[in-house]
């Protein structure tokens, strides 16, 4: 045998190994149902987070992400805030003051009257 044919049967070797390894890693996954498997997964992403992309191990990273994020949309679901949280949330991450934003209203047109409805509404007048 020269030196090709052995690097191309090692490598054939290795790739086998690979895909032992990831039959196994899958063999391991399991729906999570509960919390205790839930918090087993998040500890078992965060030992797996550095594993590199195309590898057995960064395989079985992202399909236990995938599982956690439908148990989470499942579990722990994110609502949407109403229209006007989200507008305040916007200026006071910014540090605008919500008379630069009724300004801003104002020079599109939006009447005086809506304006104060709106407030009214958000509590804030």
């Known amino acids: 045998m020269d030196k ?3 690097l191309r049967l090692l490598e054939s070797h290795r790739e086998h190994l690979d895909k032992l390894r990831l039959n196994r890693i899958i063999m391991d996954l399991k729906p999570i149902k509960t919390e205790a498997d839930y918090r087993q997964a998040l500890a078992e992403v965060e030992r ?3 594993a590199e992309l195309n ?3 960064g395989d079985k990273l992202e ?3 995938t599982l ?3 148990y989470e949309e ?3 679901p994110i609502e949407l805030p109403l229209p006007y949280e989200a507008i305040l949330y916007h200026l006071e991450s910014r540090h605008q003051p919500v008379s630069s934003f009724i300004e801003g209203l104002k020079r599109r047109g939006v009447s005086e009257d ?3 409805e709106a407030l009214n ?3 804030t007048v």
């Open 114 to 116: 809506l304006i104060h």
């Open 121 to 123: 509404e958000m509590g």
């Open 48 to 50: 797996l987070f550095d």
């Open 68 to 70: 956690i994020e439908a």
């Open 74 to 76: 499942k579990h722990y």
């Open 55 to 57: 590898t057995p191990e």
């Open 63 to 65: 399909i236990l992400t």
């Open 4 to 6: 090709e044919q052995i």
